[in-house]
């Protein structure tokens, strides 16, 4: 390994300064105020604070509206990342089978994932308005009450359906560079031991697909957890009533809709808390990264 | 155990033939080795026999049933690929097991054919190691053994050797042929080394571009090249090959020299084709091919010249013995044996006989 030496100690200080910059404006120093003001508590002015130590945390923890929102989101985020890598694996199986058209087929599968959140909550909203949408309308004729507006479950299926159709591109991309890795000769030997299709499928392509499906089970995760706030936010706002409200969608509430800073800054840390606890878990799985050949 | 039926087999993609129309009957337990160069088509013709690809033309059979619309799993016939392609997430035993269980046969029964394979081929130790864990000949092992355990009627093997060093390769061989011995499974081996071909077949099909230019024992082969292509394929070093003008009960050579030779097919222009260990030296005044040498390659027991006939650029190569004090810049006679004389159509190809 080489290793550059500066002249003096000074440039490599203003070459990485942009990036240290940007991270001590845009992370640290609103960790630090979201630690900061964990602690204390706010008069119902908001003219004077207290520091009261943990205390916001055992509210937060005691409160059941947070418990509610801790089981909506465990509920989103599994049906998220299981249909979104349950129908991306379906599709990139699918993608392998075509012959003519294949590089169109995948270009089309990409496209949703360049459309942004609130944009793709937008659609599916109005796909499935119960007075305009066109696809609500089906919906009804075979007999189904469908009012997202009113039915905390309607609205359930909805932000998971708009969620999932959004990470689906990204998962299909993963998927389909990992069974491009799978040697041809494999399922051929598997053809002759005389495994049929899915036989073959299930015992050599989806075991060897593990480290892909592995990596995208944390990004759907996380992607599931923090990066849904778009589309909660355009097509439910977390209602009816709290039915789709997540972790990160009632940080939003609580701090600046309803602008108690105490407690929503405890519910970020808790946060950071989690996200800090899946990279690490990422970071040792990548390392560890199960390698075949 | 079953007979393989070949019928004018033919093979397209998108309209661009590679298989020419290839047709052989192989014996039940007979060991058929096809050899050529590389692209000229063996992969295609062996993975046509499993399954893998599908026949343009032409019909399959094994064991009396014509399988060209068959699945390779309905074929009960097991390869051996190249690169092994072995389950890298299943042990050794696992990777063997893996055909049984698919037909359902019971634990017990799995567990001694398992066994008794790796007995045969010395695999007990690995069983339950993982393949990235074992060498390149213990790969090309478990790959046989995942081949034999399923004892299938017929067995394919896609150069199953190429991938190891040359020593290893010996050892396989070696054993590949014993193995044979011992099962009498029918057996078609594909190989583009001719070592391989002429020690482990029965019979050779040699294969050029798509077509079997000849299709006999290896002694056959080597003793009455069908082509010219056949001629230059097999034997090391190559046979000397060159055009000569036949007439008056001779030929003349490159060069402009006369040779007398007896059984000569026919008059006017013909390829004739000279091993090197069929040549000897002329004895004096004795009527020759005049070799003009460019350089002696020693290998202890025998010596090979590297040269030329005199008066022409047409390469010669010579076998010598290995006290031949030859060496670059001399001039040496040389007498072809009568009984080898190999004569070839300059059109064709085909051999011409006298
Ligand atoms: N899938 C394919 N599509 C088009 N051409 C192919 C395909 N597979 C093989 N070929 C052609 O068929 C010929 C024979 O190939 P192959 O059987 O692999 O040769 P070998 O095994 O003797 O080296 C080659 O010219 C190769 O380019
Ligand atoms: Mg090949």
Not at chain 2, 73 to 79: E, G, L, V
């Amino acid at each position: 390994m080489r290793r550059t030496v500066f002249p003096h100690k000074l440039l490599p200080w203003l070459l990485l300064a942009p990036q240290l910059a940007i991270t001590l404006i845009f992370f640290y120093w609103p960790a630090g105020q979201a630690f900061r003001q964990s602690m204390l508590r706010e008069d119902a002015f908001g003219l004077k604070s207290t520091f009261v130590g943990l205390a916001n945390f055992r509210k937060v923890l005691g409160d059941p509206n947070y418990l509610n929102a801790v089981q909506v989101t465990a509920v989103f985020s599994a049906l998220v990342a299981l249909f979104a890598m349950a129908i991306a694996l379906f599709l990139a199986v699918q993608a392998e089978k075509v012959i003519r058209g294949k590089g169109f087929y995948r270009t089309l599968m990409i496209w949703p994932y360049a459309v942004a959140p609130a944009i793709a909550g937008m659609l599916w909203l109005f796909m499935f308005n119960p007075s305009f949408g066109t696809l609500a309308w089906p919906l009804r004729q075979m007999g189904i009450h469908w009012n997202p507006l009113l039915d905390g479950d309607h609205a359930m299926i909805l932000v998971v359906a708009a969620a999932t159709w959004k990470q689906i591109s990204y998962n299909f991309l993963f998927f389909v560079a990992g069974l491009q890795a799978i040697p041809r000769s494999l399922l051929e030997a598997a053809a002759i031991d005389g495994a049929s299709r899915r036989h073959a499928f299930w015992t050599i392509v989806f075991p060897l697909l593990t480290p892909t499906t592995f990596f995208l089970l944390v990004v759907n995760t996380v992607y599931a957890l923090f990066d849904t706030f778009g589309i909660i936010h355009a097509v439910t706002g977390g209602g009816p009533g709290k039915a789709t409200e997540t972790l990160v969608y009632k940080v939003y509430n609580d701090g600046f809709v309803n602008l108690i800073m105490g407690d929503s800054a405890a519910q970020s840390v808790i946060l950071m808390i989690i996200v800090i606890a899946l990279t690490a878990f990422q970071f040792r799985f990548i390392e560890r990264r199960v390698h075949y050949g | 155990m079953a007979r393989i039926l070949l019928n004018d087999v033919r093979k397209s993609y998108a309209g661009n033939q590679v298989i020419h129309g290839i047709g052989i009957e192989i014996a039940d337990g007979e060991f058929v080795v096809i050899v050529g160069p590389s692209g000229c088509g063996k992969s295609t013709l062996l993975r046509m026999v499993a399954g893998l690809e599908a026949i343009s033309a032409g019909t399959i059979e094994i064991g009396g049933k014509v399988v060209n619309d068959l699945e390779p799993r309905q074929r009960d016939i097991a390869m051996v690929f190249q690169n092994y392609a072995l389950y890298p997430h299943m042990s050794v035993r696992e990777n063997m097991a893996y055909g049984l269980k698919i037909a359902r046969m019971s634990k017990a029964e799995i567990a001694a054919r398992v066994a008794k394979a790796a007995t045969m081929l010395e695999l007990e130790p690995y069983l339950d190691r993982k393949p990235r864990a074992l060498s390149g000949g213990q790969r090309q092992r478990v790959a046989m053994g995942r081949a034999l355990v399923r004892e299938p009627a017929a067995l394919l093997l896609d150069e199953p050797l190429s991938n190891l060093d040359a020593k290893l390769r010996v050892q396989m061989r070696l054993q590949i042929k014993e193995m044979h011995l011992r099962t009498g499974q029918t057996t078609l081996y594909v190989t583009h080394d001719q070592v391989e071909a002429m020690t482990l077949a029965d019979r050779l099909i040699v294969m050029n571009k798509g077509v079997a230019e000849q299709i006999a024992t290896p002694l056959e082969v080597y003793e009455r090249p069908a082509s010219e292509f056949v001629a230059g394929f097999i034997g090391s070093p190559a046979m000397n090959i060159f055009t000569v003008r036949a007439g008056d009960g001779g030929v003349t050579l490159p060069g402009d020299a006369v040779l007398p030779l007896p059984g000569v097919p026919r008059d006017g222009e013909l390829r004739l084709g000279l091993r090197p260990e069929h040549l000897r030296l002329a004895q004096e005044g004795e009527a020759a091919i005049p070799v003009l040498l460019r350089s002696v390659e020693r290998l202890g027991a025998d010596a090979f010249g590297y040269g030329m006939i005199e008066g022409s650029e047409v390469p010669m190569v010579l076998r010598l013995p290995g006290t031949s004090r030859a060496e670059r810049g001399d001039r040496i006679a040389v007498v072809p044996d009568p009984a080898h004389l190999h004569f070839f159509d300059p059109e064709t190809g085909r051999r011409v006989e006298g």
